[in-house]
């Protein structure tokens, strides 16, 4: 799943050597931290917040075959 949230958001971005993204695994629930360049963010939220939304919206779907949640946390 970092792999596949990794790839999309290296397409995304100018600078793909600053995309850092961190697991925090729980019980039922998986947490992923996506750290970018400043100047990045709004690329990856998208307008209205709708990129950051298919983003999520795959990783749900994903996480849904098996069996577990999935989050997603842009931060600057």
């Known amino acids: 799943m970092k792999e596949l949230i990794e790839f999309v958001v ?3 971005v100018d600078d ?11 019980d039922k629930v998986t947490i992923y931290e996506l750290r970018s360049a400043k100047s990045d963010i709004g690329k990856i ?3 209205r917040g709708r990129t950051a939304s298919a983003i999520r919206t795959i990783i749900n779907a994903v996480s849904a075959r098996q069996g577990k949640r999935a989050v997603l946390e842009i931060i600057e």
């Open 10 to 12: 290296k397409a995304l």
């Open 16 to 26: 793909p050597a600053a995309v850092d993204i961190t697991e925090v695994t729980g």
């Open 45 to 47: 939220i998208g307008k």
